[in-house]
């Protein structure tokens, strides 16, 4: 069951970026799902999916589903880190 393991990555991923990013500011946040979303979550879910995809269809052609399922997961978290980094830090009113 090697599509077992692109499972628990993606999901041990998720729980260090959740915790990486607790009590932190919006902005550091956005860069640390986008990071994780493209290095951690989305080759390993896609791998995972597309091998999981393969065994219900009994066709191991069925696989190459992930190579449509990894870009977009990819450019999800590419915009996630643009708006991270571009985003502008909110000022409080006492700060003015």
């Given at each position: 069951?090697?599509?077992?393991?692109?499972?628990?990555?993606?999901?041990?991923?998720?729980i260090?970026?959740?915790?990486?990013?607790?009590?932190?500011?919006?902005k550091?946040?956005?860069?640390?799902?986008?990071i994780?979303?493209?290095l951690?979550?989305?080759?390993?879910?896609?791998?995972?999916?597309?091998?999981?995809?393969?065994?219900i269809?009994?066709?191991?052609?069925a696989?190459?589903?992930?190579?449509?399922?990894?870009?977009?997961?990819?450019?999800?978290?590419?915009?996630?880190?643009?708006?991270?980094?571009?985003?502008?830090?909110?000022?409080?009113?006492?700060?003015?």
């Open positions: 069951m090697p599509f077992v393991v692109g499972y628990g990555i993606a999901i041990i991923g998720a260090i970026a959740y915790r990486l990013s607790k009590e932190k500011m919006k550091r946040k956005y860069i640390i799902w986008g994780t979303l493209m951690a979550i989305a080759p390993f879910l896609s791998f995972a999916i597309g091998l999981t995809y393969a065994v269809a009994e066709n191991g052609w696989a190459l589903i992930m190579w449509y399922i990894f870009p977009l997961i990819f450019v999800i978290g590419l915009i996630v880190l643009l708006i991270g980094i571009f985003k502008r830090e909110e000022r409080k009113e006492a700060d003015l």
